[in-house]
């Protein structure tokens, strides 16, 4: 199910040339963020979970995930290339396989990793909320990385699509509609985190066995869907 | 048809055969549009391409599908202020933009790529500099049209609710002068994004990481410093939540508008920036707009790619 070539592929169109930088400031930014707050107002566990919750997994993660998660697949698509990858003697769901790993562990690497800092450097991990955003993050990368990824195949304007979901979709319906909130990746996310923590800081509105529920149907759904996808996939040229 | 014509000195070696036929193309010689008609078509084209007119189907979709979600918010409010027969839209002129920064973000994300990206790609640059158009004038025409695609998606509603607001009997100075602000700010807003987007967009030939790019430098930025301005104020230093604003393009349109154009601030505890600090909004936001134009024509001296 994992084939090493396709995943060192992958890697490269990934994180080859000027990409990585993109990813790499995002976290960045994150971090030069967190030490000026904490520079600014000290450590204070209202403060770090409302930055690592509006900033670190609402905009963040998303974020990385659209980007990791579609380019993975979509740019290959589009110029065409894909057909030297599919006309090799590689199962299609392989292929997907492989590529949802290395989508989730750039996504992790981009999103998770400096979460964990963030949150130590903002409190030092006081009330467990540091790792609570994690595990959040982590969680989040996977259902994020399956999600994007099926757009990729799916449409020619994915990365336009996956930001409609998760900008318009989860942050501005979901702060106005709460129905909204139920369906989306973030607060099942949450809903974990608060198992986590277990403090009254990191709420969902999502119950954990709903939230665990929807996060492996739609990641197990999304993935099946994208190798059916790529079975029958047709090129097609430009617009 | 051939003409002939033979050369000064007649046959100068035996056996040699060549000749040249003038098989009677000829110049042009009828009027020569020049390079104001050239930019002017290469502006038209791009706004229109912005809406996806003269494109396909599917590109239509999502321009006119922004167009529409900017419109509708402002003809509920408008419908509303006539059904309650309030003195005043519940939604100032300068807010609304503002208020659907998203919206506005993700057109400028999905339209600066397609506008100079899909160029570069299929390397179309170098064609249109074989036209008699320069450097200047490729740039102009594609920060013209994309201000102009985004001033028309920005003023739309304002003019909706413009209309709403004479039809219910608002008072007629008075909302005048609020849609004047309006225009003004989003004339800024427009230029400014624009630039932004044109700047990210022209350094990637992949439309993808482009609208990827476009829109982390709007939202990230955006969410940095509300998310700062929020925690400044929770502080009691709330001197500092102008000066935080400087970082955002939003904060920034946000900024000048509540300094000089009447308008409520969206900070974080209502503290606009006053006078003072209003001009050096005004300075970044004329500043930036004027460093996108001059790093776009940094990047198209050399064509390349």
């Known amino acids: 199910m994992y084939d090493p070539t396709v995943a060192r592929l992958t890697y490269r169109a990934l994180l080859g040339r000027r990409r990585a930088l993109i990813l790499g400031a995002l976290p960045l930014l994150l971090i030069v963020i967190s030490v000026a707050v904490r520079a600014l107002a000290g450590a204070d566990d209202q403060t770090a979970s409302d930055l690592l919750g509006g900033l670190a997994l609402a905009t963040m993660v998303p974020l990385i995930g659209v980007i990791a998660g579609t380019g993975a697949i979509g740019p290959e698509i589009d110029d065409g290339s894909v057909v030297y990858l599919l006309s090799k003697p590689i199962k299609r769901p392989t292929i997907i396989f492989t590529k949802l790993i290395v989508a989730i562990a750039v996504t992790m690497v981009f999103s998770a990793v400096p979460t964990l800092i963030a949150g130590f450097i903002l409190n030092g991990n006081g009330q467990q909320i540091a790792v609570a955003y994690t595990v959040a993050a982590l969680v989040a990368s996977i259902a994020y990385a399956a999600l994007f990824l099926l757009l990729g195949t799916v449409s020619r304007h994915a990365v336009v699509f996956g930001l409609v979901y998760a900008l318009v979709w989860e942050a501005l319906f979901g702060s106005l509609v709460p129905g909204a909130r139920t369906l989306s990746v973030q607060q099942w996310s949450l809903a974990v985190a608060q198992k986590v923590s277990g403090g009254d800081l990191v709420s969902s509105d999502v119950g954990l066995t709903t939230a665990t529920v929807l996060l492996v149907a739609v990641t197990v759904l999304a993935t099946w869907y994208a190798g059916q996808k790529l079975r029958s996939l047709t090129l097609a040229g430009e617009e | ?305």
């Open chain 2, 1 to 305: 048809m051939a003409v002939e014509h033979s050369t000064g000195t007649p046959a100068p070696a035996p056996g040699d055969q060549t000749r040249i036929h003038n098989i009677g193309y000829r110049n042009y010689d009828g009027p020569r549009l020049g390079r104001a008609y050239a930019r002017r078509s290469l502006y038209s084209q791009s706004l229109r391409g912005s809406y996806g007119l003269g494109r396909s189907v599917k590109s239509k979709v999502l321009p006119m599908l922004l167009f529409v979600v900017m419109c509708v918010p402002a003809a509920i409010i408008v419908a509303v202020a006539v059904a309650t027969k309030a003195g005043a839209l519940p939604l100032d002129y300068t807010r609304n933009a503002i208020v659907m920064q998203a919206v506005i973000s993700l057109y400028v994300a999905s339209q600066a790529p397609q506008s100079v990206s899909r160029d570069l790609r299929f390397k179309t640059v170098p064609l249109y500099f074989s036209r008699p158009i320069e450097t200047a004038d490729y740039v102009r025409a594609k920060f013209a049209a994309l201000a102009s695609a985004l001033f028309i998606l920005t003023a739309a509603p304002l003019l909706v609710l413009y209309v709403g607001a004479l039809l219910a009997k608002l008072d007629f100075a008075d909302q005048t002068k609020g849609f004047a602000q309006g225009l003004v700010s989003v004339a800024l807003l427009s230029l400014l994004f624009a630039g932004i987007g044109l700047v990210i967009a022209s350094f990637t030939p992949r439309r993808g990481f482009g609208i990827a790019a476009v829109i982390a430098v709007l939202t990230i930025t955006y969410g940095a410093v509300s998310t700062l301005q929020a925690i400044a104020d929770a502080q009691g230093s709330s001197d500092a939540v102008p000066w935080i604003g400087l970082f955002s393009p939003i904060t920034l349109v946000d900024g000048v508008q509540s300094a000089f154009l009447g308008a409520t601030s969206a900070f974080p505890g209502g503290v606009g920036p006053g006078h003072g600090e209003g001009v050096v909004y005004v300075l970044v936001a004329l500043g930036l707009i004027a460093a996108s134009y001059g790093l776009l024509m940094r990047r198209y001296k050399k064509v390349g790619l």
